[in-house]
């Protein structure tokens, strides 16, 4: 079964490559930059134009996602099944309450979902929650000034994203089977609470100032639309922030 896995370079295509590829399936990476690595074929393009290589996949698991830009994945996705072959079994990557949530990326998403499932392909859609890495970096941007800024009143319910991919590995092998149950981290933290322990471990003295989120976006963030119903995953937030701090030492 040939697998093409779009966005296979970012965060989570790189650790669900390796899990594909350690099962012994035949991987196919879509990239925008020319690439190399063991047991992948890397192929380039832009998800945008429908690459040829598409219409050969038997299956696509679909990561490749654009925030910052308006409208960005309801585009790829539409490209995507346009190039896509009528019987190519589709996987695509979510987050946890975009049917709840008003955030514009969420509604964005949401569309997307709906395209795939209104495309009479076989399916399967995975919502997982923030990843780790996600948080870490939004902290490593607020915090580059003399304070750092954190929601108030707002939770999250951060994933390490090793997690997802084995979960997403394994749906990818699978019998396609629609909306899968949603995957969230083990605990649901303040955000308070995170950047406390963010400044913490990483040692950075800065004033921690609370932020209140305004309009309906802030108030869906507060109530919590964004939080898985059940826990799920193993690795907590000051684990995911202990093992950064050791692997940009070993790095240094």
Do not use: N
Not at 54 to 79: M, N, W, Y
Not at 122 to 139: E, G, K, M
Not at 150 to 172: D, F, K, M, N
Not at 207 to 212: E, H, K, M, N, W
């Amino acid at each position: 079964m040939m697998i093409v896995v779009t966005g296979a370079s970012g965060t989570l295509g790189t650790p669900l490559v390796r899990e594909l590829v350690r099962e012994g399936a035949d991987v196919h990476g879509l990239s925008r930059r020319p690439r190399e690595d063991d047991g992948v074929t890397w192929h380039v393009g832009d998800l945008a134009t429908g690459p040829a290589v598409l219409g050969e996949a038997d299956t696509i698991v679909h990561l490749a996602s654009d925030p910052f830009k308006k409208g960005a994945d309801l585009v790829q996705t539409r490209a995507l099944l346009e190039a896509a072959r009528p019987d190519a079994r589709l996987v695509y990557v979510s987050i946890v309450g975009i049917d709840r949530h008003p955030y514009a990326y969420y509604r964005t998403k949401l569309a997307a979902e709906r395209l795939i499932e209104g495309s009479g392909r076989p399916y399967t859609i995975l919502r997982a929650t923030q990843f780790h890495d996600f948080v870490a970096s939004f902290f490593d941007l607020m915090s580059r000034g003399p304070a750092l800024l954190a929601p108030t009143g707002t939770s999250c319910q951060p994933v390490a994203v090793e997690e997802v991919a084995a979960r997403l590995a394994g749906l990818t092998l699978d019998t396609p089977g629609g909306r899968a149950p949603d995957l969230g981290g083990p605990e649901v933290l303040d955000a308070r609470h995170m950047a406390r322990a963010y400044l913490d471990v990483t040692g950075k003295r800065r004033a921690l100032l609370p932020v209140r989120i305004p309009g309906r976006v802030g108030r869906a963030f507060r109530e919590g639309l964004h939080l898985a119903s059940e826990p799920g995953g193993s690795r907590t937030w000051t684990e995911f922030l202990a093992e950064r701090l050791q692997s940009s030492a070993r790095r240094s």
